[in-house]
């Protein structure tokens, strides 16, 4: 979530209402100490409708991460 939250300048609070969820809610999902369960995803993919987040867009913070990853970044 945070890097498509990060990619888009949105704070954790401007998500929250995106997501109809309470901004507490998008930090534990952010760290993981919430699961991302089938619920919090279906609200997450309407946010992205809302934000117009392309699959392209996507896929690009995907290959992203998977980079940092690689390179042993956080």
Do not use: C, H
């Not at 109809?20 to 409708?49: H, M, Q």
Request: net charge positive; no cysteine.
């Amino acid at each position: 979530i945070k890097p498509v939250r990060m990619a888009r300048n949105k704070t954790q609070a401007q998500l929250g209402e995106l997501m109809n969820v309470d901004t507490s809610t998008i930090g534990k999902l952010e760290r993981g100490e919430l699961k991302f369960s089938p619920f919090y995803e279906s609200k997450f993919k309407e946010a992205l409708k809302r934000l117009r987040v392309s699959s392209i867009e996507l896929s690009s913070i995907r290959e992203i991460i998977m980079m940092k990853q690689k390179r042993g970044y956080k």
